[in-house]
């Protein structure tokens, strides 16, 4: 089966085709970058020195709206009261 070159319209009024891509794919995958030049995207700030990791956890649904009602009165979230909760049982 031959492979169509399509024609791809830019907002800027440029034409590009499947091989321009091909050719800056190609060009992009061989170049050195210096990576000091790039910084973080905002996002979620990081929790600590590293990225966080997602532990799935199963908890009882009471538990849960007691978790709930704990966050909604100081302000604060479900996923802070587990750690907060963690972290003091950890250091006792």
Do not use: C
Not at 79 to 87: E, H, K, N, V, Y
């Amino acid at each position: 089966m031959k492979k169509r070159n399509r024609v791809h319209h830019l907002i800027d009024g440029e034409i590009l085709t499947d091989a321009d891509f091909e050719r800056m794919a190609d060009e992009f995958a061989t170049r050195d970058f210096d990576l000091s030049k790039f910084t973080r995207l905002p996002g979620r700030p990081l929790m600590g020195k590293a990225v966080a990791e997602v532990v799935p956890v199963r908890i009882e649904p009471s538990i849960i709206k007691s978790i709930d009602r704990r966050a909604k009165k100081e302000g604060t979230t479900r996923s802070d009261i587990i750690r907060q909760a963690i972290t003091n049982y950890l250091a006792s």
